[in-house]
């Protein structure tokens, strides 16, 4: 391939001839220079051109004559023989194509003339085959006509068969005829005709209603004297017709006869009549009897009159193909029919009536083999009713199971009735330890030099004193925690008490608040015991504790000399708890101390028994009377062995799933009632209570049912005893949920206030006031809806937490503030007392003093707080010196020193002493 030549640079210019030459010259030549000369030199060019031009083709010729020649000779040879050819072909033309005698137009004529003959002779035999196949077609419509109208249907059906295989071999130019057409239109019409007449026969030899079967062997067509045989109608039906013919029958059968006989109690008769034509019918009839009239085992024997009359008169005459398919097909709905609406709703519902229903299992089984698998030839093995009867003890066992668990979902969920409520008794039996004497001789309390130290470290319970045993014991009895807040400190020792013993039933705080409420009346109540009450008191008896040996009232011999301004709330502080709040109500009171001089044997206290009282639903002892029942039930059950021939191969026993339906009730109640009743249960702490109270109430009484298991009923021992746990578990949990929310509630009200800030503006403390005011109340309605539902000790240990919540959440926000003036600690100390009044519900008698202590750990060191913010240097360094503020943190007394005074020498020595720690008094 050349390479191409960029446009850019410059082309050759093409040789130019002597004409193009002269002529260009010519045509360069101005009017100026054109003159005469300038033109002859022209021609001149141009003559010269033309002589060099001859010369130079003579000189080629005479170069090459020879060659000249024989080119010359070969033209003319060439042009003689093209003047020949032409004449030629011009002759053959005309041979050819000549009108009158050419080749090609007799060609033409003659094959015109044979095509003519060809169709002539193709259409005759057309013609021909087509009368021929409309003649056969007409005789076979005819006779086909003649068969319909003598009633001979099963023959119309085959030459109907063989018209309409006619009527489809007919040659292509017939069959688009219009009397083809015709005639497959009448073909047509005389089938339906006939189909019709075999429907209709049909329909009167076998008739299926509500109340009677009929059954005719032979049948007259109508219009017409010819008879035929059930057989017959039923083998000239087409395929689609007696599918459909017996898909009805088949589901006539199940509804009316097998699902009805199997619901309802009815008498079968079976007869054969003529009726006024002479024909023969085979007739069952049925006629309703009344309700429980006759026995379930009386339905399957109607079935089996049914099935042996259709096995009489009815499946003989079946096609070879629906011989054995159409008896087969009635297997599944009459075993369906027989478990279904039978077996499984005689389920009895008591062990009394199992016999009677074991005995129409074993007829159901016979019935099944005699007729399903005979009669209706069901040979594949599967007998569901032989093997649901094989089983009948689980069924029972389930439906029971299903009827108990029903009946205790009714009771879950029927709605609370506040006056099926009862009280439930809780008797608490307490056995303290022994104690011993002191070995050497102890003074009395009002003679000891130190009795300030003494009985502020015994006033403030920061030892393992005897109140502090109580509540360290309920709450690991109890899972409470509220030990975790009355540990002791570890700065400071006290005299040890002796310790109690444990309560019976693991519940402490409730034996010490039962026996200071005075309802020990097994007992005797000492001389001098108060029997008034006080006015918010939700219990009305009153305070028949012994009284206790108080020690001296507080010294003026101290080594420390108090302020005057904490004197008289100290030593106030001092004597309530030395005599009754930590200590109050005390389960056993401690001997006074003796002087003796040796070892005294072990003392050993009587026991003492307690008696509280909580409320419960009354839907818990249905509950447990179910449970109690379905226990019976389930031993009764086993203990029969009724039902131990059907458990053989299973391997399991009898009565273990009605057991089983006893803990699954509980566990229905556990499951069902939190989500029922959840709108109540949290928006209710008087229903959230109660519900506690259920839980442990069912608990207390699986319990005691567990104890009285024997025989059978110990399959479910250890299910009931998960139950016991699980409801135990529960209650708690729903006690401590209530306190939850109560708790959270509090802290909510309390946001409000936003940490008591500000409290010199006026605004601020009416906010904070408001806040406070509205804790109080809710405390107080809290405690409304706890007391009439609670017992006492519980009743104490709710309130007290949610007391202490409160007064821990004040502690937390005031002690944070970085800086508190004059008028604000005035300020603050007023929000304090405010709930100074949360005592009352801690006193039962207005003669003894409260025992908020033993109840609100914070109780003395939220009273302190609101004595320390109006308080002097002094009288904090005082009470720090003397042990009354060990519940506060050194931290939080240095910050709170710090807030109150301004940065003085004063308040730096009274900070390094802080510092130092509690002071330890021996």
């Known amino acids: 391939m050349a390479f191409p030549i960029p446009s850019h640079l410059p082309r050759r210019k093409e040789p130019q001839d002597v004409s193009t030459k002269i002529l260009t010259k010519i045509s360069e030549a101005t009017a100026k220079s054109l003159d005469a000369q300038l033109a002859s030199s022209w021609v001149a060019e141009l003559d010269d051109t033309i002589t060099q031009t001859k010369r130079r083709i003579h000189e080629r010729m005479s170069e090459d004559l020879p060659a000249l020649e024989r080119q010359m000779s070969a033209a003319k040879s060439i042009q003689e023989r093209l003047d020949s050819l032409t004449s030629n072909v011009d002759l053959l033309s005309s041979s050819l194509s000549d009108p009158e005698s050419g080749l090609i137009p007799?060609?033409?004529?003659?094959?015109?003339?044979?095509?003519?003959?060809?169709?002539?002779?193709?259409?005759?035999?057309?013609?021909?085959?087509?009368?021929?196949?409309?003649?056969?077609?007409?005789?076979d419509f005819y006779n086909l006509s003649q068969l319909t109208h003598n009633g001979k249907l099963p023959q119309a059906v085959g030459a109907c068969r063989d018209l309409d295989r006619l009527l489809g071999e007919s040659p292509s130019p017939l069959g688009q005829s219009a009397i083809m057409l015709d005639l497959k239109r009448n073909c047509a019409a005389m089938q339906a005709r006939t189909e019709e007449q075999l429907n209709d026969a049909y329909t009167r030899s076998i008739q299926v209603s509500a109340s009677e079967i009929i059954i005719c062997p032979s049948i007259q067509v109508r219009q017409s004297e010819t008879i035929l045989s059930l057989a017959s109608i039923l083998s000239a039906l087409s395929v689609a017709s007696l599918t459909a013919q017996l898909t009805s029958l088949r589901r006539d059968l199940s509804a009316l006869y097998i699902e009805h006989l199997m619901k309802q109690p009815v008498a079968v008769v079976v007869t054969s009549v003529k009726d006024v034509t002479g024909t023969l019918e085979h007739k069952l009839t049925m006629f309703p009897s009344p309700p429980d009239s006759a026995s379930p085992t009386s339905?399957?024997?109607?079935?089996?009159?049914?099935?042996?009359?259709?096995?009489?008169?009815?499946?003989?005459?079946?096609?070879?193909?629906?011989?054995?398919?159409?008896?087969?097909?009635?297997?599944?709905?009459?075993?369906?029919?027989?478990?279904?609406?039978?077996?499984v709703p005689s389920l009895p519902s008591s062990i009394g009536k199992l016999p009677n229903f074991l005995n129409l299992t074993r007829q159901a089984v016979a019935f099944e083999d005699e007729y399903i698998g005979l009669i209706l030839g069901d040979h594949s093995g599967d007998r569901d009713v032989k093997a649901w009867v094989s089983t009948v003890g689980s069924h029972y066992e389930r439906k029971r199971r299903v009827e108990i668990l029903e009946s205790a979902r009714i009771t879950i969920l029927h709605p609370e009735d506040e006056s099926r409520t009862f009280h439930v008794d809780l008797t608490i039996t307490s056995e303290p330890e022994s104690t011993a004497a002191p070995t050497v001789p102890e003074p009395p309390r009002k003679a000891q030099p130190q009795a300030i130290e003494e009985e502020s470290e015994v006033a403030w319970g920061f030892e393992d004193g005897p109140v502090h045993n109580d509540d360290t014991s309920a709450g690991e009895e109890n899972g409470w925690g509220f030990d975790d807040e009355l540990d002791p400190e570890p700065e400071t020792e006290?005299?040890?008490?002796?310790?109690?013993?444990?309560?019976?039933?693991?519940t402490e705080a409730e034996e010490y608040s039962g026996d200071a409420w005075g309802w020990n009346d097994d007992e005797s109540s000492p001389a001098g015991s108060s029997t008034t009450a006080a006015d918010d008191s939700p219990w009305d008896d009153g305070w028949n504790d012994p009284p206790e040996e108080k020690g001296s009232p507080h010294g003026t011999d101290a080594s420390a000399k108090p302020a005057k301004r904490l004197e008289k709330f100290t030593s106030k502080y001092r004597m309530d708890v030395d005599s009754s709040p930590l200590k109050s109500p005390p389960l056993i009171a401690p001997p006074p101390p003796t002087p003796v001089i040796s070892v005294a044997p072990k003392q050993y206290a009587p026991p003492t028994v307690i008696k509280e009282s909580y409320v419960v639903s009354g839907r818990t002892k249905e509950l447990i009377r179910l449970v109690e029942d379905v226990l019976a039930e389930g031993a009764e059950l086993a203990s029969s062995g009724i039902l131990s021939a059907y458990y053989a191969s299973s391997g399991s026993r009898a009565g273990a799933l009605i057991l089983q339906a006893a803990p699954l009730t509980l566990e229905l109640y556990r499951a069902l009632y939190p989500v029922s009743a959840s709108v109540e249960l949290?928006?209710?702490?008087?229903?959230?209570?109660?519900?506690?109270?259920?839980?442990?109430?069912?608990?207390?009484?699986?319990?005691?049912?567990?104890?009285?298991?024997?025989?059978?009923?110990?399959?479910?021992?250890?299910?009931?005893?998960?139950?016991?746990?699980?409801?135990?578990?529960?209650?708690d949990s729903w006690f401590e949920e209530t306190i939850g929310r109560q708790n959270v509630c509090t802290n909510e009200l309390l946001d409000k206030a936003e940490g008591f800030v500000d409290t010199m503006d006026q605004d601020r403390f009416d906010e904070c006031e408001d806040a406070v005011n509205k804790t109080l109340q809710r405390i107080r309605q809290f405690a409304q809806q706890l007391k009439t539902n609670l017992n006492k000790s519980k009743y104490y240990l709710a309130i007290g937490s949610a007391v202490d919540a409160a007064l821990s959440r004040i502690l937390t926000d005031m002690l944070a503030l970085p800086?508190?003036?004059?008028?604000?600690?005035?300020?603050?100390?007023?929000?304090?007392?405010?709930?100074?009044?949360?005592?009352?519900?801690?006193?039962?008698?207005?003669?003894?003093?409260?025992?908020?202590?033993?109840?609100?750990?914070?109780?003395?060191?939220?009273?302190?707080?609101?004595?320390?913010?109006?308080?002097?240097?002094?009288?904090?360094s005082y009470l720090f010196e003397e042990g009354a503020l060990v519940d506060f943190e050194l931290e939080e007394l240095v910050k709170l020193v710090r807030a109150l005074f301004a940065d003085t020498p004063l308040r730096t020595n009274t900070i390094n002493k802080l510092l130092q720690g509690h002071p330890v008094h021996s």
């Open 819 to 876: 800086d508190i003036t004059a008028v604000e600690s005035h300020r603050l100390s007023e929000l304090c007392r405010i709930l100074n009044a949360l005592e009352g519900l801690f006193v039962e008698n207005p003669d003894q003093p409260s025992f908020v202590v033993s109840y609100v750990p914070s109780w003395l060191k939220f009273s302190y707080l609101s004595e320390l913010l109006e308080a002097s240097i002094a009288d904090i």
């Open 494 to 506: 006290a005299q040890p008490e002796p310790p109690l013993e444990p309560a019976s039933n693991g």
């Open 682 to 731: 949290t928006s209710s702490s008087r229903r959230s209570i109660r519900f506690s109270n259920d839980c442990l109430y069912i608990g207390s009484e699986i319990d005691r049912i567990v104890r009285n298991l024997k025989g059978a009923m110990c399959s479910a021992k250890d299910k009931l005893v998960e139950c016991k746990e699980a409801m135990n578990v529960l209650g």
């Open 106 to 139: 007799t060609l033409i004529t003659a094959l015109t003339q044979h095509a003519s003959l060809s169709q002539e002779t193709s259409d005759a035999d057309v013609k021909y085959n087509a009368l021929s196949h409309l003649l056969r077609c007409r005789g």
């Open 299 to 343: 339905r399957l024997e109607n079935l089996s009159v049914v099935l042996t009359f259709l096995n009489t008169h009815l499946f003989p005459y079946l096609p070879e193909a629906e011989l054995t398919a159409f008896p087969y097909s009635l297997c599944k709905p009459i075993k369906t029919a027989v478990l279904t609406h039978l077996l």
